[in-house]
């Protein structure tokens, strides 16, 4: 769901029990991608000294914090509250998507009901996420990559863990599976298909597919990277890449 001229509408639910506050800038940053943060609204107890940390990034950020007390002890009554406001928002509020910041599969259902009424949702948590939570979202974001394209050279900071190589990628089943497969789906006759057309057609098979969890800011040097697929650019007269192409090399022999 990249952002248009006409930006999308977009509102922000945010489970403060569930994500740490020192994500909140590059989460905001990484929203602005796909449109424009209407609502943006942050869920707690706002009376325990834990959620100190939110309550900064809120008042940063214009974030409306929405005070739920904890009634009884097991329950999360955050859920419930930031459920009842997304099906408000849902039938009062002309939005074109969701954003749901929580790792908590208590949302899975959240997602799919948004979703059979026509509205995106990109969902972003941790790796614990369920895998249930993350297959109901359009789009799903692992926090711990945010902020991975503010500096595409960045690689202590940004990206702490090293970057697999060309073996350990082409050992990857899973990954060249879903490029195989977006590449057949958008190919022509020879072969070739756009990469941005691979890319959202892997997104409809895996919402948390993005080159940053290996470790790639973009798509295109993930499949240079691996070493099995060819890589064509097309640019204007002033050298600026218009399109990319990409097809798998043909094994020798064939």
């Known amino acids: 769901m990249p952002a248009a001229p006409h930006s999308p509408r977009l509102a922000v ?26 609502v943006k609204r942050v869920y707690g107890d706002w009376t325990t000294p834990r959620l100190k940390g939110w309550k900064e990034a809120a008042n940063v950020h214009a974030i409306a914090p929405i005070q739920q007390f904890g009634y ?24 074109q998507g969701f954003c749901l910041v929580s790792s908590d599969s208590d949302f ?15 969902g972003f948590g941790e790796r614990k996420t369920p895998q249930a939570f993350v297959a109901a979202c359009d789009r799903f974001v692992y926090l711990d990559v945010l902020g ?29 599976n879903l490029l195989r497969s977006g590449i057949a789906a958008a190919s022509d006759d020879e072969g070739w298909a756009q990469l941005g057309t691979v890319g959202s057609h892997i997104a409809k098979q895996a919402p948390d597919f993005d080159s940053r969890n290996w470790r ?14 060819e890589v064509e650019r097309e640019t204007d007269g002033q050298g600026r890449t218009t399109s990319i192409k990409v097809r798998e090399k043909k094994r020798r022999g064939r």
Do not use: H, W
């Not at 790639?216 to 697929?229: E, H, N, P, R, Y």
């Open 13 to 38: 639910l945010i489970d403060a029990d569930n994500v740490s506050p020192s994500n909140c800038d590059a989460l905001l940053a990484e929203i602005a991608k796909y449109g424009v943060a209407s």
């Open 72 to 95: 009884t002890t097991g329950k999360n009554a955050t859920d419930s509250a930031l459920i009842i406001d997304a099906m408000d928002l849902l039938y009062t509020e002309r939005l």
């Open 108 to 122: 899975t259902r959240l997602a799919s009901r948004i979703r059979e009424a026509g509205v995106d949702v990109i």
């Open 148 to 176: 991975a394209d503010a500096d595409e050279e960045a690689t202590d900071a940004v990206q702490p863990r090293k970057r697999p190589t060309a073996s350990e990628l082409r050992q990857d089943a899973k990954l060249l």
């Open 216 to 229: 790639f800011v973009k798509l295109v040097d993930l499949v240079t990277a691996i070493g099995l697929f």
